[in-house]
């Protein structure tokens, strides 16, 4: 039976550590798309993705940042295309950082 018991944990301890890592990798989440609804009183927003939309969540840890300047979550604009890290909630993604890409400059018409 003291044979059984240690052959059994012989074999479970391996799996479980397996199956923790792989749910808390799976949970990690990256989307890459553009905002198209702002939640300011919820402090969240919906990207467009190519896969779909998702609902993005943030709290007070969630980094906002546009190229190395750190901004505010009052300085997200719909349109602005971006990149999100978080992990999953659900159906939803709470976001680590949120990364907005600057604007690219406009040609001016001006040529010499």
Known sequence: MKKQSILFLALMVPL???LLFNQAYAQRAQRTG???IIDAEK???VVRTARG???ILTTENTVFKKGDEEIGFEDLTVGAS???IGVRKGA???AQTVTVQ???AEP???MM
């Open 102 to 104: 600057a604007e690219k």
């Open 108 to 110: 001016s018409g001006d």
């Open 92 to 94: 939803d993604v709470e």
């Open 53 to 55: 939309r998702t609902n």
């Open 16 to 18: 479980l550590g397996t």
């Open 43 to 45: 402090k969240s927003f």
């Open 82 to 84: 971006l990149l999100v």
């Open 34 to 36: 553009e905002i198209i």
